[in-house]
């Protein structure tokens, strides 16, 4: 064997597994990365669910404080306000107090 195409084929020997180390490390890194990609995809997922379950909240919350606006501007929320915290009543009404 000559001793040109010894180091030839060692030349391609190492070539050929710089390649495949190449290929080996990219395919990891590339495994990897996806990997975390996917962890960060669910991560958002779960807080997309949680930011949309805080809104349906609130408009939940905000239908309920415009019933309550509403039912403040009626007559009769005026009537229990000035009962309970004024102590006042209409002149034709009896007022009873229990003894304490």
Known sequence: MRRADYWTRQKKRLE??????????LISVAAFGTINLNE??????????????????????????????KYMETKKFV?????????????DEILFKAKE
């Open 40 to 69: 960060k995809r669910a991560s958002y997922e779960r807080r997309r669910q949680e930011l949309e379950d805080q809104i349906a909240e609130e408009e939940q919350r905000t239908l309920e404080i415009e019933e309550l606006k």
């Open 79 to 91: 009537e229990e306000i000035a009962k309970e915290r004024l102590g006042l009543v209409y002149e």
């Open 16 to 25: 050929v597994r710089l390649i495949l180390f190449a290929l080996v490390t």
